[in-house]
């Protein structure tokens, strides 16, 4: 974060001397403290003021600043304790898993097999009160089938309580000083994933901050110039960044944060709540296989995790002395957001949409689409040719049916690479539909063990997912992710029979894929099916092309396996969605940057907007500068 020798305390105080005022004795505030881009009230009476919300409704009128409650540390009963009082006061149907303790922040996470039911009989009449009897706020999480991906994270949390509480305050400190200068200015500087696809990563810059927008990898460059965000260009320390901003947790949008940290970051970084522990699972996962050549540690992960600070969707953060922030559902993958920024005084408003899908899915939302006010968007282009223009959703359905229906009748073996995140959930959640209702013919299907802890999290943050797949998972002790159909398996050796597989990676480059390509690709009646974008130089890209001799990490397999491409079943969105997302966007924006494509997809979609919608659009390439305002 940059430093400030000017530092002024007196917008502090400010606020401070606002809220003193504002609240009445009876609230028994102990103290007031910056908690990251939050206000945060220590009470030792917080009952009073989460009872009395419009007291604090009113005083977040006055000082337009988020507030949140805090138990005051005097009150917080002992762990132990608090566990003996859920046990004894808890019905024994909602089943207490795990409880994790925040000191930090005076929370416990609660893992339940029916969080609906305890919520019921939380909120029900006659019920108690858990803050006022054990000094603690309680988060209510649905126990998933998995906790391997979630317990690094908490445990993380809990060894730098001490040090996150020093690391909030002097967040918010630098959130909340008095602006330096009131000049509007803003530009972007593109560091990656312009006229390509990997490496996102842009730099706002104001008189004020300086934002990162998404620090991604593109681990399929042949050139080492071309993997990594071209940060040295902007001529920064990494000490006078104020804020790293996610969209989403793909590596190609996340994957060199945790570099960020090694070589001297030491400052917020904010995504949605379900990105923090999907990204720390594909960072974790791309150590692992990286060995020696991964250009960061565990301990540098860690770091990363104890600076992260997660945000709901629709609320507007302050993350710089001039800069809101809202994040906003994207329908991309679990926690996937458009970030819009509203900087300054209303003098300009910026939407980066990330990763970005407006079809129809099972298990998320439309993106949004109405923001108070936008002036640019920047937009990802993977399907930005006038070819890119997929086929109706159940008519992908139908075609996957039918592809899945053949090759299991001919006693074969369906390998559908994909993402371990997004498209490997929607995909296990379609087949197994479909098998249920007797549409397809009963197998089983393999999910290799990363997508497993993956859709663990799914089941952990039911609220960012469709209301209908939501209630499954809250209100039953199983949810739509636990099946009689899937099996869990790591690098399994095949049998010679009928089975679906789901395996990452996508580009058949690398991890468990390969190895179950190589297994299948001399079996005629076995098929491979890519339902994903392919990068241009990867081995499916090369095999969907019609391929059938490839080499991989110096291994030649020769493909006598069936291959197939499904269209439309995507977690992006094709040419006319984008472009009719753009048109729907309200208000209409007045300019349009294309990112995220090849290079011709790029030109070709920023051509057709301002075609189609008159509408001022460019096309940067990596390492260029936009003047904003």
Known sequence: MQEDPSYNESNNQNIVASILQTLPRESSLTKIEYEGPNIALYSDNPVYLLKNSQVISNMVSIIKKRIVIRTDESIRKPQNEVLDYLNNNISNDVKIDHAFFDHALGEVDLYVRNPFLLISLIEGPGSFDLVEKTGWKFRFRKTPANMDALDPIYKILSKTSNERIRFYKEVGERIFRSRLDELAEASLITLGGFAEIGRSAILLSTQESKILLDCGLNLCAKEPSEIYPRLDITGIEMNELDAVVLSHAHLDHSGFLPALFKYGYSGPVYCSEPTLPLMCLLHREYIRKAGDRAIYSLQD?????????????????????????????????????????????????????????????????????????????????????????FPDYYVAVQHLIDSLNTTISNKGTVLIPVPAIGLAQELALIIDSYMNSGKI????????????????????????????????????????????HFITVELQVLDYGPAIILSPSSSLSEGPSLYYLKQISQRPESKLILTSYQIPGSPARFIQEGGRHVSINGQDIQINCDVERIEGLTVHSDYSQLIGYISKLRPKARRVLVNHGERTKVQNLATSINRILKIQTQHPSVQEAIKLI
């Open 301 to 389: 992960t860690e770091k990363m995790v104890a600076h992260t600070i997660p945000l709901n969707l629709g609320i507007v953060t302050d993350i710089s002395p001039d800069v809101k922030l809202t994040l906003a559902n994207s329908g991309h993958i679990l926690g996937s957001a458009l970030i819009h920024l509203h900087i300054g005084n209303g003098d300009h408003n910026l939407v980066y949409t990330g990763d970005i899908k407006t079809g129809n899915s099972i298990l998320l939302g439309k993106p949004t689409s109405n923001f108070p006010r936008v002036e640019t968007i920047v937009i990802e282009s993977t399907y930005g040719n006038k070819e890119d223009v």
């Open 441 to 484: 013919t009963e197998t089983e299907i393999l999910i290799e063990r990363i997508i497993f802890e993956a859709t663990s999290i799914y089941e952990a943050y039911p609220e960012y997912l469709l209301d209908e797949v939501k209630n499954r998972v809250l209100q039953g002790e199983e949810t739509p992710f636990e099946s009689k």
